[in-house]
Structures are given as structure tokens and as C-alpha cells.
């Protein structure tokens, strides 16, 4: 499907890839992780042909069609169900055309061909991967301008599922789901007919949905068999290897050094001694696979503990406008030490609760009490976009440090892993790792109480990850994080929180339970509408059956009814013609009304002959 035969590509004379080789089959899922800045966007680009290499090729199988998720997201006035349904231009191209079309080949062409891709279903299958991805029935008919920049990345990712492409190109979809979503996507690319390549740093994502794992690393790519668990193995056991064939190597070097310093003097062992030489200098080092140092992640905890509870709710109603409460019923306090991860599904108010506890929020009903010497630090995607794009790295720090010295303010930077290079980089040049760090830097400044993160995870790579949870498991103030990144909140939190049904209850389970649990919810919606489908068909058949049986039951009644009328008017003249005055008084007149009854009689049997084939036509059609 995909072929990548010795790429080499460089930014401003800074190599990024060198003879660089990775073949995609047809079918396969492949995950592709790395450091973050080593060029796997880049790579994307490369693929979609908006840069071109310096060396080496990128092909993709004749005819198969590319799909990606643009950075510039709709936003226009179509409904969220247009908004997917025209991204299968194939199927907006014949249905236009179908409405012009004049030939009547042509026009047969065309609904052959709808009918092959699906067009007829196509608003139900659209509809349903909106549904997964977390749009109910009401938000799908909303045009694309009603939602944020986050919603609408979501939409962009719909409209690329629906259209099928051959190869589908994810650059770390799971960044805008919450665990729902990502429970949907992960059975959804694992059961997509086509090829799929994921840069993804979600551990659990691609333990469940990827079938193989790309590495880029030394600006190489390696493939490797299996989920992320199975690849981590691979790489050990490959350092394990690397590293005793380098001490082996090292032992041969140091042996025969020793021969030639003991020996280069003595004739008689000269020519030994210049052979080592030669064997030495033909000892190339052996490639170890250790990467670099991973840039700290450093959370100063607080001077001093605060008593308990530092926040607490007492039957606290939350919304935003008066008599629509989001969330009510609220109990729920934080000590200093506790470690809280918030589940739930997109808009049922994880983000609201997090503004009530930071205070960005006043209760509707109830009270909230927080420790009057609590401080605070809040990380979340909207608090990255907001930092200043044009001021460096060490410029957002001097705003906090104004009398500091530069040593003191670039020594704040690299504990954070932002060095002298990244520290004068513009913000807006900073890659989204990048920008967390910074943002890490600039909440936790002061030494928060409380560190409030939503979704702290998303634009960090899988060493990064690893970092962050080690820095908040060595921070000695409370946490309180929204996350679908299962292996952080395993790793970090003791207590789970759920927003569900308008209120945040405790949830005694474990994350593979609650997984499960939306699981269940999934497969029960399913099943609900399966059935509802199937009550909808039977009641479209029973229609469909009625109409087919109307005109049938109608013609038996109105021959019944002509049946009728023709044995009374036998009857009158029976009447008439009973005393039989009237062949005595009047012979003429009585024979006209004999011949009136005989007529009759011929038209009552042929109305019962149609009568009965009438009966045998309805009684068929009812009992196929």
C-alpha cells in the first residue's frame, strides 16, 4: 500500500530522515511513535506530498485514495451530518449527476454504482460514527459554526472515516476523545477494511487498535510486529543484544590493544603486532539502541501542607445560565494529599466541575469552601493556545521573574527540559510537547497546592508521559486530573471521580472496569437500536403487506357487494312474479321481467366466479 524507499529529507540543513525505509501492507493497522520533534508530522507531510524529499521516494498504490484530517476544520453553516455526508465526493458527484443525467444507460450506470458504494445508507452509517465520536442526534443537525475548534477536529475526523479512504493518515486522533470516543475509534480502526498509519502516543490506543508499530529513531524507521506493550519488549531485548555485543566488541578491542602496546617492539612478534593494527582499525562500533536523556519535567510542591479539606462542596449546584443546572447535588471535597482522576463523557461537566473547584465558577445553589491560602495551577489545551506565539520561551519567564537574575530564569527553563536552543525559540515555533513544558513551567511557578490538569498528556510524547507521571508522583500537593490516558491516571491517581447524569459521584471500580462498563453502554445502544430497527422494518413490512392487500380485500368487498344487489333485485321479481296473475293479465310485461331475471341469474354467476378468484388473490397475498 505504502512504500518508503530511502528518505531523506533535512530543515535548514538539519537532517530529519537519512535513507529511511518503511513498507505498509494493504490491511495493516501500524502505529507510528517517536520523540517528539523528530519528524513524524513532518513525515505525514511528506506522505501527503505538500514537501518533497531531498532523497530517496514515498509511493502509494496506484489509484488509492489518501485520507487525512486537515488543520483547517469546517466551520461553515452545514449541519454536522452534511458536513460528513459530502466528504464521499463520489457519491455528491453522482447524485448531482443523477439529477441531470438524461441518458437512460447513463442513468442506470449511476444508481448501479450508488448502490454499490453504499449511497443509500450512507446518512445511517454517518450518522452512527458522529454518534460514536459523541454528537447526539440534536448536535447533529447544528451547523459546524456552533461548536469549538476541539468539536469541530472531531467532525474533520468523521467526515475522513465516512469517506473510506485506502490509506488513512491519524496524527494523535485520540487527543480530542474522551475515553467513550476512544473506546469507539479503537474497535473502529480495528475492524476498517482499509490501511491505517497512527501517530499516536496513547499506550492503551495502541495496545488495543494498532497491528504493527513504526519507530522513528536516529532518523530511521523501524517496524515492528504486535501493540506498543509487545514493541517495548522487541526494543529491550534489541538493547540487550546491542549492548552485549558492544561489551564483546569492547573486551576484543582492550585484548588486542594489550597485544600491540606489549608486543609492536619485539621483532619477533612484529608481524603479529600489525596484524592486530589491522584488526583494530577494522573494528567498526557496534550500534547500540539507547536513546538520549528525556528532558525533565520538574513540579515544585508547596512550601508547606495546608489543612484539610483545602476544597470542599456542600450540596452545590452548578450552570451557567440561571434554572439549567449542569451539574447538582455536589458533595465532594479535596485534602492536600489526594490524587483525583474525573471520568466521564464529553459535555456532562468534567470542565465545569474543574472551573467550580478553581473558582472560575460561583455555585448556583449551596456553598463552595477553599483554604484562603490555596494556590492553584491550571493546565489545559486552551491555556496553551493562549500563550503568546511571539514571545520566547525565556520571555514568558521573565513576566513571572522580573528581578531574577537570567542564569536563575534559564536554570527554571531547563527543569523543565526547555535548554538554550528551545528557551530563545518563539512560542509559536515550539512544538506542542514543547509548549506543555512551558505551560508545566508557568503554572507550577509558585508552588501550587493544587494542580488542575485537563488532559495534561495529549501533545507529549511516550517518554514524556512517563516523565510527567514521575514528576507528579514526586509532587506533595493535590491532583486533580481529566485524562483518557489510562497508563497516567493508573499511574498517578488513587480515587476516581464520575460525571454522569448531572452530578459527580464516586467510582468504586477500577478503569478496566469502567471501560468495560461504556463498553456495555455501547453494545446495549447498539442492541437498543438494532431492535428498534427491527420493530421499524416489520412495522415498514406490515405497512408495505397492507397496501399490497388493500386493493385486493376492496375488489371482494365490492363484488360481495354487487352479489348482493343482484340477489335482491332477484328477490323483488321473484316477488312480483309469485302469484302468477301477471302472465294472465299482462303476458308481454311478464315476459320482459323473466328476461330480466335470467340476465340477472348469468350476471350472479359470473360476479361469484370473480367473487371467488378475488378470495383466492387476497387469501395468497395474506399468507405468502
Known amino acids: 500500500m505504502l512504500h518508503i524507499n530511502d528518505l531523506t529529507y533535512r530543515i535548514e540543513g ?20 517517536g520523540r517528539n520533534g523528530t519528524g513524524k508530522s513532518t513525515l505525514f507531510r511528506l506522505i ?74 450512507a446518512e445511517s452509517r454517518a450518522a452512527t ?31 475522513m472515516l465516512f469517506a473510506k479512504p485506502d490509506l488513512l493518515l491519524l496524527d494523535e486522533p485520540t487527543n480530542y476523545l474522551d475515553v467513550e470516543g476512544a473506546v469507539w475509534l479503537e474497535a ?21 487498535a494498532v497491528t504493527h508499530i513504526a519507530h522513528l529513531r536516529s532518523r530511521k524507521l523501524f517496524a515492528y510486529s504486535g501493540g506498543y506493550d509487545s514493541f517495548q519488549k522487541q526494543m529491550r531485548e534489541q538493547q540487550r543484544l546491542s549492548m552485549a555485543l558492544r561489551d564483546k566488541q569492547e573486551d576484543e578491542r582492550r585484548k588486542l590493544e594489550a597485544f600491540v602496546t606489549r608486543f609492536k617492539a619485539k621483532a619477533s612478534k612484529a608481524k603479529q603486532a600489525q596484524s592486530r593494527v589491522k584488526r583494530l582499525e577494522k573494528l567498526k562500533p557496534i550500534a547500540t539502541i539507547i536513546d538520549d536523556p528525556i528532558p525533565p519535567i520538574d513540579l515544585p510542591s508547596p512550601e508547606r501542607s495546608l489543612s484539610p479539606p483545602i476544597v470542599r462542596f456542600d450540596d452545590v449546584t452548578l450552570c451557567y445560565d440561571e434554572g ?44 463552595i469552601k477553599r483554604h ?42 531547563a527543569r523543565f527540559g526547555l535548554g538554550v536552543a528551545k528557551a530563545e525559540t518563539k512560542a509559536g515555533n515550539l512544538s506542542g510537547g514543547e509548549k506543555a513544558r512551558l505551560l508545566f513551567s508557568l503554572i507550577s511557578f509558585h508552588a501550587p497546592h493544587l494542580l488542575v490538569l485537563d488532559e495534561p498528556a495529549n501533545h507529549l510524547d511516550m517518554d514524556s508521559r512517563a516523565e510527567l507521571i514521575n514528576a507528579l508522583n514526586t509532587y506533595e500537593g493535590a491532583v486533580l486530573v481529566i485524562s483518557h490516558d489510562r497508563n497516567l491516571l493508573e499511574s498517578v491517581v488513587d480515587r476516581l471521580w464520575l460525571v454522569d447524569k448531572g452530578t459527580v459521584t464516586n467510582f468504586e471500580g477500577s478503569l478496566e472496569d469502567y471501560r468495560q462498563l461504556q463498553i456495555e453502554k455501547s453494545k446495549s445502544s447498539k442492541d ?44 323483488k321479481i321473484d316477488l312480483k312474479l309469485g302469484d302468477g296473475t301477471i302472465f294472465t293479465s299482462d303476458p308481454r310485461k311478464a315476459q320482459i321481467i323473466l328476461d330480466m331475471r335470467r340476465e340477472l341469474e348469468e350476471t350472479l354467476v359470473k360476479l361469484e366466479e370473480e367473487w371467488l378468484t378475488a378470495l383466492e388473490n387476497y387469501e395468497a397475498a395474506s399468507n405468502p
Open 14 to 33: 538539519r537532517p530529519l530522515f537519512e535513507q529511511a525505509t518503511l513498507a505498509i501492507s494493504q490491511g495493516m493497522k501500524m502505529g507510528f511513535v
Open 48 to 121: 501527503k506530498d505538500e514537501i518533497s524529499p531531498d532523497d530517496g521516494s514515498i509511493s502509494l498504490r496506484k489509484g488509492a485514495r489518501l485520507g487525512v484530517v486537515d488543520q483547517e476544520v469546517p466551520s461553515g453553516p452545514q449541519s454536522l451530518l452534511e458536513t460528513v455526508l459530502a466528504a464521499d465526493k463520489e457519491r455528491s458527484d453522482l447524485l448531482d449527476e443523477a439529477d441531470k443525467a438524461k441518458d437512460p444507460d447513463r442513468i442506470a450506470a449511476i444508481h448501479t454504482r450508488l448502490s454499490d458504494i453504499e449511497a443509500y445508507s
Open 129 to 159: 460514527i458522529l454518534s460514536g465520536l459523541g454528537f447526539s442526534a440534536e448536535d447533529q443537525q447544528r451547523p459546524c459554526s456552533d461548536f469549538s475548534g476541539g468539536w469541530r477536529m472531531r467532525v474533520a475526523l468523521a467526515a
Open 188 to 208: 473502529h480502526i480495528k475492524t476498517y477494511p482499509g490501511t491505517a498509519f497512527i501517530i499516536s502516543h496513547d499506550r492503551d490506543f495502541l495496545n488495543r
Open 324 to 367: 439549567v443546572p449542569i451539574l447538582k447535588g455536589l458533595n465532594q471535597r479535596i485534602d492536600p494529599d489526594d490524587r483525583i482522576g474525573l471520568l466521564g463523557k464529553n459535555g456532562e461537566g468534567k470542565s465545569t466541575f474543574a472551573k467550580a473547584v478553581m473558582g472560575l465558577l460561583a455555585p448556583q445553589d449551596g456553598f
Open 372 to 413: 484562603k491560602k490555596m494556590t492553584i495551577g491550571y493546565f489545559a489545551q486552551h491555556e496553551i493556545d493562549a500563550l503568546n506565539n511571539a514571545k520566547s520561551a525565556y520571555e514568558h519567564v521573565v513576566d513571572l521573574m522580573p528581578d531574577a537574575t537570567e542564569a536563575q530564569r534559564r536554570a527554571r527553563l
Open 528 to 571: 437498543a437500536k438494532k431492535t428498534d430497527s427491527v420493530k421499524v422494518a416489520a412495522r415498514k413490512a406490515s405497512a408495505k403487506t397492507r397496501e399490497t392487500l388493500a386493493p385486493l380485500k376492496k375488489r371482494c368487498l365490492d363484488i360481495e357487494n354487487e352479489l348482493e344487489i343482484a340477489r335482491g333485485k332477484i328477490a
